[in-house]
């Protein structure tokens, strides 16, 4: 089966090379599989610390561009695991998933992808408070065109 490693030019790194052999993204087939996305620049420095709302839209804007690499787009995701740092109470939390939802939204088609959440203790850096990991079947169409 064919595959391909999905490592977009520009895309957002680790900041040691201990994790230089990890991918950003495979496509196996006809299926492609990002790794987890998260909201860093090109140095491995955290973008926007402790803002949901705007690390949840860097992480769709890294998601598509993995995507993207492979002949895929959001419009091909089906299914989507996230995980997230909430510290706070039942209102906070409630606040917080509501700014991720209304970050996320504009991403997606309707009917979106299925989604699991899982609350986590912390990411890998400190201010990380979103991580996406998303699995996609790339259209027939766009998948002969690549």
Same mark, same amino acid.
């Given at each position: 089966m064919e595959r391909q490693r999905l490592m977009p030019d520009g895309h957002w790194t680790w900041r &040691? %090379?201990?994790y230089s052999t990890l991918s950003q993204g495979w496509r196996v087939g006809e299926l492609v599989f990002t790794g987890g996305q998260v909201a860093l620049d090109q140095s491995g420095e955290v973008l926007f610390p %402790? $803002? #949901?709302?705007?690390q949840t839209t860097i992480v769709y804007q890294n *998601? =598509? @561009? #993995? !995507?993207?690499e492979? %002949?895929?787009? !959001?419009? $091909? #995701?089906? @299914? *989507?695991?996230?995980f997230y740092v909430c510290h706070g109470d =039942? &209102? =906070?939390l409630t606040a917080f998933w509501e700014a991720m939802a209304t970050a996320r939204k504009p991403f997606f088609p309707d009917p979106g992808p299925c989604g699991t959440g899982v609350r986590v203790e912390g990411l890998v850096y400190a201010g990380l408070v979103i991580e996406v990991?998303? *699995?996609a079947v790339r259209s027939a169409a766009r998948a002969r065109s690549s």
């Open positions: &040691t %090379g201990a %402790g $803002d #949901v709302a705007r *998601i =598509e @561009k #993995v !995507l993207s492979a %002949g895929a787009s !959001l419009r $091909d #995701v089906f @299914k *989507i695991n996230s =039942e &209102t =906070e990991e998303a *699995i």
